[in-house]
């Protein structure tokens, strides 16, 4: 499996931006199609967005599509979560995920890192 490790969280105020990492290390980068999530206190995890292994493909979430660009570095081995237009209900924890780019089980996680988008 590859290990992950989130950074770039913090505390942004409505309408500004804010752009998470996630560095792996372990096995092949590149073979890992990668996913981001959220989780906001008393809900459930949803869905963010996804790239596949080499960046030609992505993927969002309604609720992000048009604010939020996922990109990735496979010599840096770090996948990127830009974000823009922020909104009050954009605050939760943000997890990376990994999984192989021929299955739809995402096995590796991060430990999260905190959004918290303010008024």
């Known amino acids: 499996q590859v290990q992950l490790v989130e950074s770039g969280g913090g505390l942004v105020q409505a309408g500004g931006s804010l752009r998470l990492s996630c560095a792996a290390s372990?096995?092949?980068?590149?073979?890992?199609?990668m996913g981001w999530f959220r989780q906001a206190p008393g809900k459930e995890r949803e869905f963010v967005g996804g790239?596949?292994?080499?960046?030609?493909?992505?993927y969002y979430a309604d609720s992000v599509k048009g604010r939020f660009t996922i990109s990735r570095d496979n010599a840096m081995r770090t996948v990127y979560l830009q974000m823009n237009s922020l909104k009050l209900e954009d605050t939760a924890v943000y997890y990376c995920?990994?999984?192989?780019?021929?299955?739809?089980?995402?096995?590796?996680w991060g430990q999260g890192t905190q959004v918290t988008v303010s008024s």
């Open positions: 995920a990994a999984r192989f780019e021929w299955s739809n089980e995402y096995t590796s």
């Open positions: 372990g096995r092949t980068f590149s073979n890992y199609a």
């Open positions: 790239i596949n292994w080499n960046g030609g493909s992505t």
